[in-house]
């Protein structure tokens, strides 16, 4: 771990919450992201910032361009691979003064060009990340649990606590909530099949690109104690230094410092997973080449107990390729 290229690399290390009690349970940890985007755009520099909305038609959510922070739906984080890049693009002629993104480490350099080729003032919010999942993965969840997609008018994946998890709002007004990273999403997580090749293959664990990476602080203390969230963040730039030292003075964040070594003992996990990434090609390709099969696809995923199969099936496949 410690021969990761990318670690230390942040100018400052903190651990979180923002001090408007609605935002910070609402949000996905401690809600500094949203608290940024809502401070920024009170700002004469910034008029823009995007969203996601669930769309009941597509069954997912889609991204959006508000202009105003009441327009915002904090809903934590999404669990879906969304092409922010050409979202930006195309709706480049709406984007009113500086915008706020928030996008995926991997989304941050080809956002960043492309807005500052177009002269636009811009601040980049992106995260700590394990891997995407594309929304078929969700999508594989709901028929695990007997759920008809069709009648999904809303879900989330985080948000309303800490670390909360996954909440379905069906069209007969029935709620259903499934604790984070339990079945049957972790088995669907796990088994890889729902992964985007790109994922598979990334050796980026947070950005130190953005302006601010967020993170949840899965330390001992907030594992045990915390129901209400807090954020571990990196901040990678002057202007994210500035904008946070002013949220600060202004009672906006309630901040302590942490520091590289917290953010490695509680991310130690993705770290480990995206350092073995490219020394694990070969193991990789074949599980790409297994989630692009589609008859593959169809008949591990036909039930739980085949997706489990599948799980032995890598791992003996695992054991080969090493
Ligand atoms: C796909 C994904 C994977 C993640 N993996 C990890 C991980 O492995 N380990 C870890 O510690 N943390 C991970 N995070 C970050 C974590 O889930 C929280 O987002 C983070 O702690 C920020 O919390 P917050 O309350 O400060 O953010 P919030 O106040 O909730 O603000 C987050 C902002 O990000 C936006 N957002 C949500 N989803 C997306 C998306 N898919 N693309 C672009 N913008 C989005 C929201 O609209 C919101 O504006 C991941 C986040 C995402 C989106
Ligand atoms: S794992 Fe890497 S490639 Fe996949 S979404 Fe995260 S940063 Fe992007």
Known sequence: MKENSNINKALAYYIGYSTDDLIRYKASSGGIGTSIIKYLLSTSEYDTSMTFVYDKEKCGYIPKLIYDFNEINICGSVY????IFSFL??????????????????QVQGIRSVLDRNNINNFII???CSGQTTLEGTWLCYRYMGIDKSQVINMQYRGNGWPSGIQIELFDGKKIY???YT???RLMHQSKLFRPKRCLMCKEDISYKADVSLADPWLGKYKISDKIGHTMFLIN???????????????????IDSSVEDYIEAQGHTIMAKDKASLEKKFNNILSKMGNNILYKKIM???????????LIIRIVYKIVK
């Open 126 to 128: 992106s995260f700590c």
């Open 183 to 185: 079945n049957p999403w």
């Open 178 to 180: 499934k604790n984070n």
């Open 80 to 83: 879906q691979d969304i092409d």
């Open 301 to 311: 995923t036909l039930s739980p107990f085949m997706l489990r199969f599948h799980m």
């Open 237 to 255: 730039t002057e202007k994210g230094l500035a904008f946070i030292e002013e949220m600060k003075n202004k009672s906006l964040l309630r901040l």
């Open 89 to 106: 693009k195309e709706n480049i002629s709406s984007i009113k003064n500086g915008i706020i993104v928030t996008c995926m480490p991997c």
